[in-house]
């Protein structure tokens, strides 16, 4: 199976998608015997709830995922037990805090009104051609920046300046998903020998490194000269004091790195994938926008729809609670658009013994588990023959409320107790972005190439998303 794997290599996400669906969602890939590798791919729910709730005791982080993701050091991804449990108690007392998502929204207009809309003003005054995708990865990698580090590097400034960190994030979640599909052998030998996608490692890993110390240094530096801390936080209320707290607690570790990895990719992405399926979708533009206009008039008091204006949209979109129970058509097809393109295409586990799963497959210590986020949004036998549609309406109960689907089947953000600790600020930051731009611009693709997933850890669109947007009247 070794060369069918290598040569599908760039279409994986695919690839699997066909198999899992002619193997009743579970399978087992081997490969020559010299390699020892035994991958059991599956999308079966009952598994996915097996391993990573009811028996996730016997399935800790591995040294194996340690080893591919070494760049990450000892921070919340690569770690098990008492040192994950810290990580964990740290980043959930912060991302879980009310008062958090009212600063983090504060932050993200920040961002709208001082870098987004000037350069998409530009854009559409110019009627330039813009990559999304890569103006959604600034934008995501200043907003988070600016909440973990409290530090703006400005990547989404009028004149895009060409940052090696954001290209070093890159080509390390390429890597990794290099490090998952070969024998580990090959490409410890690459490492060794400094080629390959190796070398590109080693590169991206010196760069993040520079990025990371260099920033700790100086905001070690700052807090020499302010002798306390709290004088160096920016703004004011709860929210920002407790990041600060949090934020230079872990500044000590790799944690930065990991909360870069875990937020800037992500949610850059998650939202270019939106994006284009608003594009593909224009009916399910109009229902979001009339969902807004609805909810603005209900909520500011508008006589009718034409009193509404930019800034009620932004007023809307500035009070989390609204952005969280009141947008119900805006989170479906938040939801849905994650269905089909999760940031996260792929997550592994390895056995620390042996186990039998709900489909009846015995695993062991010699194998690694593999579930494809990809694959199971796309599984007819889980949701319908119109699975490959892009129907927010699937979210929505006849009541009006958003369906309940369980995590182990939606699986964007993992599911059990190693899931994902920033998917609400994820959510708030795709909403509050999505509305500044759908209620000022109109964007129509300019596309010159089919829009394909890339194979990294991160579904990153193969040759970006090339738009033109106008500013409305
Ligand atoms: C749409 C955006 C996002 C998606 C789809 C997403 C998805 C995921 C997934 C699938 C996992 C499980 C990974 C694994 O088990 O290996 C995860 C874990 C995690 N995510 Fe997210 N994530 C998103 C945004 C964010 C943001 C914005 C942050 C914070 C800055 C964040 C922080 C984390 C952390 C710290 C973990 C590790 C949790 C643990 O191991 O206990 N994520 N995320």
Redesign the pocket.
């Known amino acids: 199976m070794l060369p069918a794997l290598l040569k599908n290599h760039h279409r994986i996400h695919d690839c699997a998608v066909e198999v899992l669906e002619k193997t009743q969602l579970t399978f087992l890939v081997t490969g020559p015997w010299f390699t020892n590798m035994k991958l059991l791919v599956t999308v079966d729910p009952a598994n996915v709830h097996h391993i ?1 709730s009811k028996n996730v005791g016997n399935y800790p ?1 591995g040294s194996k ?1 340690k080893e591919i993701c070494e760049v990450l050091g000892d ?3 690569t770690t098990n037990s008492e040192m ?1 449990q810290y ?2 108690r740290m ?1 959930q007392s912060v ?1 879980g805090h009310p008062e958090f998502h009212q600063a983090l929204v504060e932050k993200v207009w920040e961002k709208v009104e001082s870098g987004l809309i000037p350069f998409l003003d530009r854009a559409s005054e110019q009627r330039l051609e813009i990559d999304l995708q890569d103006l959604f990865g600034r934008f ?1 990698f200043d907003t ?1 920046s600016t ?2 580090m409290n530090y703006d590097p400005g990547s989404l400034s009028i004149d895009l300046p060409n940052l090696p960190f954001l290209k070093a994030l890159h080509d390390f979640e390429e890597v990794i998903v290099y490090r998952h599909v070969v024998p580990t052998c090959v490409w410890k030998f690459q490492r060794w020998l400094g080629i390959g996608q190796e070398k590109k490692h080693r590169e991206a890993w010196k760069i993040i490194d520079d990025f990371v110390y260099g920033y700790i240094s100086k905001r070690q530096a700052e807090i020499r000269k302010n002798s306390q801390s709290k004088a160096c936080k920016v703004g004011n209320g709860l929210g920002v004091e407790l990041m600060t707290i949090y934020m230079d607690e872990v500044r000590k570790s790799a ?1 930065i790195g ?3 990895g ?3 990719g ?2 850059g ?2 939202l270019v994938w939106f994006f284009y399926l608003l594009t593909k979708n224009p009916h399910v533009l109009s229902k979001i926008k009339e969902e807004l206009d609805t909810m603005i008039v209900q909520v500011q008091h508008c006589r009718t729809d034409d009193d509404i204006t930019w800034n009620q949209y932004k007023i809307l979109s500035r009070n989390f609670q609204d952005l969280k129970d009141k947008l119900i058509y805006l989170h479906a097809a938040v939801c849905e658009s ?1 269905r089909l393109y ?3 295409p792929f ?2 586990k390895v056995p620390m013994g042996p186990d039998t799963l709900p489909s009846g497959h015995k695993v062991d210590s010699s194998m690694q588990i593999i579930f494809s ?1 990809y694959a199971m949004g796309r599984m007819k036998s889980l949701w319908g023959e119109d699975c490959y549609e892009f129907k927010p309406e699937r979210w929505i109960l006849e009541t009006g409320k958003i369906r309940y689907v369980p995590s182990h089947q939606f ?4 599911t059990g ?7 609400n ?3 708030t ?2 909403k509050a972005a999505t509305i500044a731009i759908i209620s000022r611009y109109h964007i129509e693709p300019v596309q010159a190439h089919p829009i394909v997933p890339n194979a990294s850890m991160i579904l990153h669109m193969k040759k970006g998303f090339k738009i033109k947007v106008a500013a409305y009247e």
Do not use: Q, Y
């Open positions: 990573l982080r995922f921070g919340i991804f994950w990580h964990r980043a991302f995501s988070i909440v973990v944690e990991s909360m870069f875990a937020g800037r992500t949610v992405v998650a994650l999760p940031p996260v997550n592994t986020m699986l964007a953000f993992s107790p190693r899931t994902c600790v920033g998917k600020m994820a959510l930051m795709m």
